[in-house]
């Protein structure tokens, strides 16, 4: 093969997200995530770098986006496998975590705000994604319409989003 017929293999993303409760509430940050820019409120969680388990990448990530001290996660809350073009075979994994310490208070110039919400308030504004990979999962699993560790696999295409099957 030359270098001429050779394609470079596509870099592997792998996400995490970080689900923590205070009582009944969970806590959200708001950033750059709608389809046109538009600021919405997420979990909190970021991207795997190399070298990092996942577990490692949450701790780092958690800390950056909410100035929250976390500890180990205690229970996988969903994995999505997502097959874009810009992104093929990218993998999420959405964690609970029990343990954490300190004031929310973000540090990553990303996140415009961090902070607790009732159940309620938070599912209506994870309702407001506008894309069912940053929406459904999340919204099924807070809700406990989809079982805790149900695997997602979607795939994307343009704009368009297909749920191609759930376990």
Not at 20 to 34: H, K, M, P, Q, S
Not at 43 to 49: D, F, K, S, T, W
Not at 99 to 120: C, H, N, T, Y
Not at 125 to 131: A, W
């Amino acid at each position: 093969m030359t270098a001429e017929t050779s394609k470079a293999p596509a870099p592997r993303v792998q996400l995490v997200i970080g689900i923590i409760r205070r009582g009944d509430e969970i806590l959200l940050v708001r950033e750059r995530l709608g389809a046109s820019g538009e600021i919405l409120w997420s979990l909190p969680g970021g991207g795997v770098e190399d070298g990092e388990l996942m577990h490692e990448a949450l701790r780092r990530e958690l800390r950056e986006e909410t100035g929250l001290l976390v500890g180990d996660p205690v229970r996988t809350a969903f994995l999505m496998h997502i097959d874009s073009e810009r992104h093929p075979s990218a993998l999420a994994v959405a964690f609970e975590v029990d343990e954490w310490s300190g004031k929310v208070a973000p540090e990553d110039d990303d996140i415009e705000q961090a902070g607790f919400f009732p159940l309620p308030d938070a599912l209506n504004l994870l309702g407001e994604l506008d894309r069912a990979t940053q929406r459904d999962p999340i919204v099924g699993y807070l809700t406990g319409a989809v079982a805790p560790g149900t695997t997602w696999l979607y795939r994307n295409r343009g704009m368009e989003e297909t749920l191609v099957a759930r376990w």
